[in-house]
């Protein structure tokens, strides 16, 4: 069986900054309110013309080809992330196949909100596995800000939310006992409605009335989030993933170089670092300037780690995500 390596890594986030003395300005809040509640100093935004999800993942896969050292004709397949398309459907996989110019290899989409990249990533690693695939283009992107309440009564979850675009190529390599080592994948399907966005749904409404009602005050087409709820599973979920995903490696907290926690809450975050007891070393986070992108999170993280140096060969790097379904997951990486 093949092993699959990460080759190449990219980001694209929009020029336009957010802080949080910009959203005070438009919502009853402030700068100190948000930083204890989240961590976020700032976060982008799109702005309207400029960049789309689909756009945003063609920047971000243009730097992590490059990276990889191969052209776009050797990618055998596309997997996207996502929970933000432009379009209802087709999702963003095929229009960056379009937008990249791409023969006609598959393209996949994936909708696991939060942990989207990493179920992205499990999947193009058990195509590689295989022997399908050699190259596998995968992105998460995200945008947020154009679907957020953003007035006093969405401030718990508005402020929380940015935009931006992550990509990784994934390729074969025969050298065992590195690359991608194990990914998990969990779901739990009895809390789905404690973090969502009701509409637009085909079982939500019909389109008639949606017409028909135009109604200001449904707020069934904003996110939705039971914060405390959230919070209190993410925890106990991220510590069961990575435990797992040490375990199944016959690893230790210890081994860990890097991890690389889904950016969801820097609360959330710290409150695992000191569970496991890692230092400030060992954990990456860059919530504090992009806010939560979803499935963009990880993505962005991994680079940024990497192009800083944090990231070595041979190094252990661990990547966790919970999020919206509820869905959580891990890889574990050697570098």
């Given amino acids: 069986m093949f092993q699959s390596r990460i080759t190449g890594l990219g980001y694209y986030v929009p020029d336009n900054v957010v802080t949080n003395d910009d959203l005070s300005k438009i919502i009853d809040t402030n700068d100190e309110w948000i930083v204890e509640r989240t961590g976020i100093n700032e976060r982008r935004h799109v702005v309207k013309g400029e960049d789309t999800t689909t756009s945003m993942g063609v920047k971000a896969a243009k730097i992590a080809i490059e990276r990889a050292g191969i052209s776009k004709d050797d990618i055998d397949f596309i997997v996207f992330a996502t929970i933000s398309p432009e379009y209802y459907f087709p999702g963003p996989g095929v229009m960056v196949q379009r937008d990249l110019g791409i ?175 890692l230092s400030d070393d060992q954990v990456f986070n860059n919530i504090q300037k992009y806010g939560n992108t979803t499935a963009a999170s990880i993505p962005i993280a991994l680079t940024e780690a990497w192009e800083a140096g944090r990231i070595k060969s041979g190094d252990l790097v661990v990547l966790a995500a919970f999020g919206s379904g509820f869905t959580w997951a891990s890889a574990v990486i050697r570098w």
């Fill in 103 to 277: 023969k006609t290899i598959g393209a996949l989409d994936v909708r696991n909100q939060c942990s989207g990249f990493l179920y992205a990533i499990s999947v193009a690693d058990q195509y590689i596995k295989t022997g399908m695939y050699k190259n596998i283009l995968v992105i998460g992107s995200e945008v947020q800000s154009t679907g957020l309440d953003m007035t006093t009564r969405g401030r718990s979850v508005s402020v929380i939310f940015g935009d931006g675009a992550g990509a990784a190529i994934l390729s074969r390599s025969e050298t065992e006992g590195t690359g991608i080592l194990s990914t998990h994948l969990h779901a739990e399907g009895a809390h789905a409605e404690e973090l969502t966005v009701l509409a637009p749904g085909m079982g939500k409404r019909w389109v008639t009335d949606i017409i028909k009602d135009n109604d200001p005050d449904d707020v069934s087409y904003f996110p939705y989030m039971n914060g405390q709820f959230v919070f209190k599973n993410a925890v106990v979920r991220f510590s069961e993933v990575i435990k797992e995903g040490l375990e199944a490696n016959q690893l230790e907290v210890k081994d860990i170089d890097m991890l690389i926690p889904h950016q969801a809450n820097l609360r959330i975050s710290q409150f695992i670092q000191n569970k496991f007891g």
